[in-house]
């Protein structure tokens, strides 16, 4: 599958405040031929995290590892990942937070001393001895930052929030990647695809390949400008509506508005009643629904705003008899 993720500061769209930071600390550490400071990213899945780290190695040359929070469960596995570092080496880490405690606190440790403290031997016979480990940087994503102990968090110099993109930012992406696979959209063509993808460019440009494979199975790959309404045909057979919204997000809505009758609504009954697992619930369905205004999370859980139920009326879904049940 062809790669259209941005490689520079260039070529990378949206997120402008990071972009400028970022390409100021990237200058000066290139001055000073030093390593990059320890840096998290704060955002949901999917606007940029990874990217935006594969640049920073890119831009400065640097070898960058990646590897994730879960697998980093045992001291053993990350003193061994530790240790296979070299000076100015990226170690990135996604979902950061997903790091037990016990492994976090070795973490920032390595992060601030540049050492790794081994224990050999135990009770009063054991010694510590401490290794020294080359001048790396550690930049973590997260999407939780609050199940990070807070002394990690602490040690990352740079903290950078990504925040959703707009239709415009999105569309500039889908137009750029679409020219890669070799697709020449028209704008609102490209408007209609960044609405469905919801703020979220990892959405979006998975939208465009699928559009990709529908223009060749179709036998529309040779068309010269796909237009918008080739692309309104595209989301209704994934049955896509004007919002954006997948048959997914509306489930989410409707097991909202008919089994908890508009909320509120525990995460864990809510992932249940609408069998979509808690983890997909809150990472890929409900920002971009709290963020079209449709869902509200409160502190006795998920609620319906009159926006959402307006929503499910207005496009017809809800039931003449009010049910008890979702009607799937």
């Known amino acids: 599958?062809?790669?259209?993720?941005?490689?520079?500061?260039?070529?990378?769209?949206?997120?402008?405040?990071?972009?400028?930071?970022?390409?100021?600390?990237?200058?000066?550490?290139?001055?000073?031929?030093?390593?990059?400071?320890?840096?998290?990213?704060?955002?949901?899945?999917?606007?940029?995290?990874?990217?935006?780290?594969?640049?920073?190695?890119?831009?400065?040359?640097?070898?960058?590892?990646?590897?994730?929070?879960?697998?980093?469960?045992?001291p053993g596995i990350i003193a061994s990942l530790l240790t296979s570092l070299r000076d100015g080496d990226i170690l990135f880490i996604d979902e950061v937070h997903r790091i037990p405690k016990v492994c976090q606190e070795i973490l920032y440790t390595a992060m601030e001393d540049f050492a790794l403290d081994i224990v050999i031997g135990k009770g009063s016979a054991s010694k510590t001895i401490r290794l020294k480990l080359p001048k790396f940087t550690l930049i973590g994503a997260t999407n939780k930052p609050n199940l990070c102990l807070p002394p990690l968090l602490d040690r990352f110099q740079l903290v950078f929030k990504l925040d959703f993109y707009d239709e415009a930012e999105l569309a500039e992406i889908i137009e750029r990647a679409g020219k890669e696979l070799g697709l020449n959209l028209d704008r609102q063509a490209s408007l209609l695809l960044a609405k469905a993808g919801k703020g979220i460019p990892r959405q979006a440009l998975n939208l465009l390949r699928r559009l990709d494979n529908y223009l060749n199975g179709t036998n529309q790959g040779l068309k010269e400008l796909i237009t918008a309404d080739t692309v309104r045909e595209f989301l209704r057979l994934l049955d896509i509506d004007e919002w954006g919204l997948s048959p997914e997000d509306r489930r989410y809505l409707l097991t909202l508005y008919y089994h908890f009758n508009g909320g509120p609504a525990g995460l864990e009954s809510l992932a249940l009643a609408s069998q979509i697992s808690p983890s997909e619930l809150?990472?890929?369905?409900?920002?971009p629904l709290i963020r079209l205004g449709l869902v509200s999370r409160t502190r006795r859980g998920r609620v319906l705003t009159e926006l959402g139920k307006r929503y499910i009326l207005e496009q017809g879904l809800a039931l003449p008899n009010r049910q008890l049940h979702v009607p799937f």
């Open 1 to 74: 599958m062809q790669n259209l993720r941005p490689t520079s500061l260039k070529e990378f769209i949206g997120q402008k405040r990071v972009v400028e930071e970022l390409s100021i600390y990237i200058k000066a550490v290139k001055q000073r031929r030093d390593a990059f400071p320890h840096t998290l990213f704060i955002g949901a899945p999917g606007l940029g995290k990874t990217t935006l780290s594969r640049i920073i190695a890119f831009e400065l040359r640097r070898n960058i590892k990646q590897t994730s929070g879960p697998v980093l469960d045992k």
């Open 282 to 287: 809150e990472t890929i369905f409900e920002p």
